[in-house]
């Protein structure tokens, strides 16, 4: 039973060839059950709130990723209920590295994305921040 409507799923590395990436994204997704927003998560130990990888995006992009992964558990939901990300990157020399680490996770997921150039995040050493939105679905 497919629990959500996936939109006109692709693969980057089809539709953009020239950049190597390799992720499962739609064009949209129509989800079935009860919503989870998180908020944009950062390469941070959300336990002593301690910033992790300076310097690094593809590592600050594993630690969030991470994160995501944890709170989406905590609230009942899974990775492979992503609907929407939204990719902040404070600069694109950065993407390369934050969409191969992210591709990782999403692998076969189909979310929605974004992507954003900013030019900070709310502290200094973060590079990346990502924000996911989810569904527990219906039993």
């Not at 020239?18 to 927003?37: M, P």
């Not at 992210?102 to 076969?108: F, P, R, V």
């Not at 921040?129 to 527990?136: G, N, P, S």
């Amino acid at each position: 039973m497919t629990v959500h409507h996936r939109i006109r799923p692709f693969n980057t590395k089809e539709t953009y060839p020239e950049q190597k990436l390799n992720n499962d994204l739609s064009q949209g997704v129509v989800a079935r059950g009860t919503t989870v927003f998180l908020r944009g998560q950062v390469s941070q130990d959300l336990d002593t709130r301690e910033c992790l990888h300076v310097g690094d995006a593809g590592l600050q992009t594993r630690k969030t990723m991470e994160n995501i992964k944890m709170l989406l558990e905590e609230a009942g939901s899974k990775m492979e209920h992503i609907c929407r990300i939204v990719v902040y990157v404070t600069d694109i020399r950065y993407r390369e590295a934050v969409y191969q680490e992210m591709g990782k996770h999403i692998q076969g997921v189909h979310p929605c994305s974004t992507g954003i150039v900013v030019p900070a995040l709310a502290r200094p050493e973060w590079v990346v921040e990502i924000e996911a939105t989810a569904v527990i679905p219906d039993a």
